[in-house]
């Protein structure tokens, strides 16, 4: 019988032995992440929670799957700290710009829909999953805005280009951070971390430099990652909200 946790959604199913080595490998990064520009109020409160040994009921027969639930399950709990003392930004509207998958490599190609799963979009592939497809990269998302700033700038890109699953538009790219709740139509999901560029997307960037959408050196430019709480079928032009209140 395998262990899920109603808490904060982790389930041992969703989980292989290549997922937990990657995923334990990236701790200090999710964590890192996880409390970025945390509000002196809160440095407390999450300090406390190092004190607060995880009870993983059911589990006891392999320690990596424990210490994966609860690497996420502290990252879950900073998130909820952050929301209960409204470190959060302001509820925000858009809209599906593009729907993109592949069956492996980018650029991914527009579809008018998908279903989204635990682990994404279901007919979507990654070529090399060395630095992919953890269930906290179920959805890669990025700006339609932001896109459009960096063609402005004279990149060859565009949406998909660089392995995003939704382009959105009409959301401020520089709001987004760890923890915060995205509605993608009927899809719920929770933001992650920023995802790394790869010379994978070198082609999409004069001079190759695709550190231009590098987090750590220009915030607010790069993609996202979320891990997907409840799954549905996403639309072309679904309305999203960030950071939804109810």
């Not at 990236?26 to 190092?50: G, I, K, N």
């Not at 750590?216 to 993609?223: A, N």
Request: with cysteine; net charge negative.
């Amino acid at each position: 019988m395998t262990f899920h946790c109603s808490t904060c959604g982790f389930d041992e199913a969703d989980w292989d032995d290549t997922d937990l080595v990657r995923t334990l490998g990236r701790t200090d990064y999710l964590l890192r992440h996880a409390e970025a520009d945390l509000p002196e109020s809160l440095a407390l409160p999450v300090a406390e929670l190092e004190r607060h040994v995880q009870a993983v009921a059911g589990i006891d027969h392999d320690a990596d799957v424990a210490n994966a639930h609860r690497l996420l399950h502290r990252c879950w709990e900073i998130a909820e700290l952050r929301a209960a003392a409204g470190d959060l930004p302001a509820e925000q509207h858009g809209r599906v710009e593009q729907l993109n998958v592949s069956n492996g490599g980018v650029p991914k190609r527009p579809v008018p829909e998908f279903e989204v799963g635990r682990r994404g979009p279901l007919n979507d592939h990654q070529r090399f999953r060395r630095h992919h497809g953890r269930v906290w990269q179920a959805l890669c998302l990025w700006s339609a805005e932001v896109i459009e700033a960096l063609q402005a700038e004279g990149h060859p890109i565009g949406y998909g280009s660089a392995g995003e699953n939704v382009t959105v538009r009409g959301i401020d790219w520089s709001a987004l951070r760890s923890g915060l709740l995205i509605e993608i139509g009927p899809v719920r999901a929770r933001i992650t971390v920023p995802a790394e560029p790869c010379s994978q997307n070198a082609e999409w960037f004069t001079g190759e430099d695709f550190g231009r959408m590098d987090h750590d050196r220009h915030p607010g430019w790069s993609r996202w990652y979320a891990t997907v709480e409840r799954g549905g079928i996403v639309r072309h032009g679904d309305p999203v909200v960030l950071a939804p209140r109810s």
